[in-house]
């Protein structure tokens, strides 16, 4: 099977029909017109790097789709089209129909155009590019957190880290839980439409894709600050309480990355209308610290002493 052929069976149909796409999947290049600024990422999934090689097509479709969703997200962008870079050892058709079905599902979910790609044989790797659109000044920064900024996160921290970890090791958890936090690894949901309602409340934005820690620490760099975190304050659902306890409790929500949700920095003035906003548009937010002048790093456990962490966040080339 030729890659023209591929490409029209399995991808020439996913996504959505956009009318700022003047043309899209078939020529050199895709051609599209914007009046906004736009917000450009791009993210390379590698089998047994960013997946285990038992992960089903399906949620490998829509997992390359969600990293990069959350990358718009983190900009306060909304995400318009992407392309679609395949690397592939063979043509299995099976698995092309799932990939593609799982990546056509999340398409459909956020309103995104396919618009282009290549298809190439080799060890199984998948690039997309995405594009998205903001007025202009309505993108959010690492570099704009400001002192007595509160530090906020979406949803619940750690899941995602221990479905993988639920792969590896027999953790204490039923079938339905395993299912439950292994769901969270492979399909996580961008909180796309969280920020759309919450951009003009906040002023500095990161996806926690490495670790609420590290990503975290991006924004304190960018922006010259520092930040007290308290970790009992972190958001972790009830198998994650099961599975981690004890001293180091909270280490793997710190680093142990795949988890997609935000954090955010909002000023005490927009806290209010902040929380507001989440509540009306029910959606969950947990206050878990605040930005600092002294560009010092601090973990606090219960009675304000020091959480020490044992582990740390994933590295590509560490």
């Not at 736009?38 to 789709?65: C, M, R």
């Given at each position: 099977?030729?890659?023209?052929?591929?490409?029209?069976?399995?991808?020439?149909?996913?996504?959505?029909?956009?009318?700022?796409?003047?043309?899209?999947?078939?020529?050199?290049?895709?051609?599209?017109?914007?009046?906004?600024?736009?917000?450009?990422?791009?993210?390379?999934?590698?089998?047994?790097?960013?997946?285990?090689?038992?992960?089903?097509?399906?949620?490998?479709?829509?997992?390359?789709?969600?990293?990069?969703?959350?990358?718009?997200?983190?900009?306060?962008?909304?995400?318009?089209?992407?392309?679609?870079?395949?690397?592939?050892?063979?043509?299995?058709?099976?698995?092309?129909?799932?990939?593609?079905?799982?990546?056509?599902?999340?398409?459909?979910?956020?309103?995104?155009?396919?618009?282009?790609?290549?298809?190439?044989q080799g060890p199984l790797s998948i690039t997309i590019q995405i594009c998205g659109r903001l007025a202009d000044g309505q993108a959010l920064r690492?570099?704009?957190?400001?002192?007595?900024?509160?530090?906020?996160?979406?949803?619940?921290?750690?899941?995602?880290?221990?479905?993988?970890?639920?792969?590896?090791?027999?953790?204490?958890?039923?079938?339905?839980?395993?299912?439950?936090?292994?769901?969270?690894?492979?399909?996580?949901?961008?909180?796309?439409?969280?920020?759309?309602?919450?951009?003009?409340?906040?002023?500095?934005?990161?996806?926690?894709?490495?670790?609420?820690y590290a990503d975290l620490g991006h924004i304190l760099v960018a922006s010259n600050k520092g930040a007290i975190i308290r970790v009992n304050d972190?958001?972790?659902?009830?198998?994650?309480?099961?599975?981690?306890?004890?001293?180091?409790?909270?280490?793997?929500?710190?680093?142990?990355?795949?988890d997609y949700e935000l954090c955010m920095t909002v000023s005490e003035k927009n806290e209010n209308l902040f929380l507001a906003l989440a509540n009306?548009?029910?959606?969950?937010?947990?206050?878990?610290?605040?930005?600092?002048?002294?560009?010092?790093?601090?973990?606090?456990?219960?009675?304000?002493?020091?959480?020490?962490?044992?582990?740390?966040?994933?590295?590509?080339?560490?």
């Amino acid at each position: 099977m030729s890659e023209f052929s591929i490409i029209k069976e399995y991808f020439e149909n996913v996504g959505c029909q956009q009318a700022d796409v003047i043309l899209g999947i078939g020529d050199d290049a895709a051609l599209v017109k914007s009046d906004s600024v736009l917000a450009v990422s791009v993210d390379t999934f590698i089998e047994n790097v960013h997946f285990p090689a038992a992960t089903q097509p399906y949620d490998i479709g829509w997992k390359s789709l969600a990293v990069n969703l959350s990358d718009m997200a983190a900009m306060g962008a909304e995400p318009c089209w992407m392309t679609l870079a395949i690397t592939m050892p063979d043509v299995n058709h099976d698995w092309l129909k799932e990939f593609s079905r799982g990546l056509s599902a999340l398409c459909s979910k956020f309103n995104v155009a396919l618009i282009g790609g290549d298809t190439t044989q080799g060890p199984l790797s998948i690039t997309i590019q995405i594009c998205g659109r903001l007025a202009d000044g309505q993108a959010l920064r690492r570099s704009d957190a400001k002192v007595g900024d509160a530090i906020y996160v979406t949803g619940q921290v750690g899941d995602g880290a221990l479905g993988l970890r639920s792969l590896q090791n027999n953790l204490n958890l039923s079938n339905t839980e395993k299912d439950r936090v292994q769901l969270k690894l492979n399909r996580p949901l961008p909180r796309v439409r969280e920020i759309l309602v919450l951009r003009e409340m906040v002023n500095a934005a990161i996806d926690i894709s490495d670790g609420l820690y590290a990503d975290l620490g991006h924004i304190l760099v960018a922006s010259n600050k520092g930040a007290i975190i308290r970790v009992n304050d972190i958001p972790v659902s009830q198998e994650y309480r099961w599975c981690c306890q004890g001293e180091q409790a909270y280490d793997l929500a710190l680093t142990g990355g795949d988890d997609y949700e935000l954090c955010m920095t909002v000023s005490e003035k927009n806290e209010n209308l902040f929380l507001a906003l989440a509540n009306e548009n029910e959606i969950r937010v947990t206050k878990i610290g605040v930005i600092t002048d002294d560009k010092k790093y601090k973990l606090l456990a219960v009675g304000d002493k020091d959480y020490c962490l044992a582990s740390n966040a994933f590295e590509h080339f560490n």
